[in-house]
């Protein structure tokens, strides 16, 4: 009889165990079916990877500020002097999306148009070849590759700080503005810094620091990098919090 109740015991464990796991198992696909309809995170699309050179691309065009002048994917619609890539893919060869980057592209003598500023001296060749592989791979929505958010909150030197990074100032005048970026064939060899007494006696007046921004220093000759225009793709209050934050460098 012992023998019976412990064959019973367990009997009625196994279909425990059973019922567990078919519920589990219920429960698992039933999420996945709900996040896809919503729009959240399936196991499908966890299993998908994105090629790393494309990512890696994606990332940069967001670094760099790409996204800013082209718009978000290349989709454009930020001004109507800059195109879309949507199709630059398929209508440019590697070759000459690489000679684009490295070398500017647009009129650079008219500081009223913005146009494709000298990278080469800026981004590596590894990161240019990404960025070719990401716009040639027709620039797919990459997770993460998002621009910074930028707190319209919190004063306007948090948000200049933050317009810093987004509009990419930070890959050519370095991190709080200490410069030391190679500008090959300047006078000096590097990009100028925005902080320290020179700037500040040079640039000593909230305009002057704003029409240097709206306007650029444009050389339009490569290898020397060149200050974009902005005026036509940053708003009157970004360039007011640009201005805030950089006031704030030491």
């Known amino acids: 009889m012992r023998r019976d109740r412990l064959a019973a015991v367990a009997a009625a464990v196994v279909v425990l165990l059973v019922a567990a796991a078919a519920l589990i198992g219920w429960a698992a696909g039933h999420y996945t079916r709900k996040s896809s309809a919503t729009g959240g995170t399936t196991s499908t699309a966890s299993s998908e990877s994105v090629d790393p050179k494309i990512a890696a691309g994606a990332h940069a065009f967001v670094q760099f500020a790409c996204s800013q002048c082209h718009g978000a994917n290349g989709q454009g619609g930020v001004s109507p002097d800059v195109p879309a890539l949507s199709s630059a893919g398929k209508e440019l060869t590697v070759a000459q999306l690489t000679q684009i980057i490295n070398h500017g592209l647009g009129e650079s003598a008219n500081p009223k148009k913005p146009y494709m500023p000298v990278w080469g001296a800026v981004i590596s060749k590894r990161q240019v070849s990404e960025l070719v592989a990401y716009i040639r791979a027709g620039l797919p929505s990459v997770p993460d590759a998002t621009p910074p958010p930028v707190p319209r909150n919190q004063g306007t030197a948090v948000a200049g700080a933050a317009l810093y990074v987004?509009?990419?100032?930070?890959?050519?005048?370095?991190?709080?503005?200490?410069?030391?970026?190679?500008?090959?064939?300047?006078?000096?060899?590097?990009?100028?810094?925005?902080?320290?007494?020179?700037?500040?006696?040079?640039?000593?007046?909230?305009?002057?620091?704003?029409?240097?921004?709206?306007?650029?220093?444009?050389?339009?000759?490569?290898?020397?990098?060149?200050?974009?225009?902005?005026?036509g793709i940053l708003s009157s209050s970004d360039l007011t919090a640009l201005v805030a934050y950089l006031k704030t460098l030491k």
């Open 166 to 231: 987004r509009d990419g100032c930070i890959n050519c005048h370095g991190p709080n503005g200490l410069g030391g970026v190679p500008n090959p064939l300047s006078e000096d060899k590097t990009i100028p810094p925005l902080s320290g007494l020179d700037f500040r006696y040079e640039f000593n007046t909230d305009k002057k620091i704003e029409d240097v921004i709206r306007s650029g220093s444009v050389i339009g000759r490569s290898p020397i990098v060149s200050m974009p225009h902005w005026g």
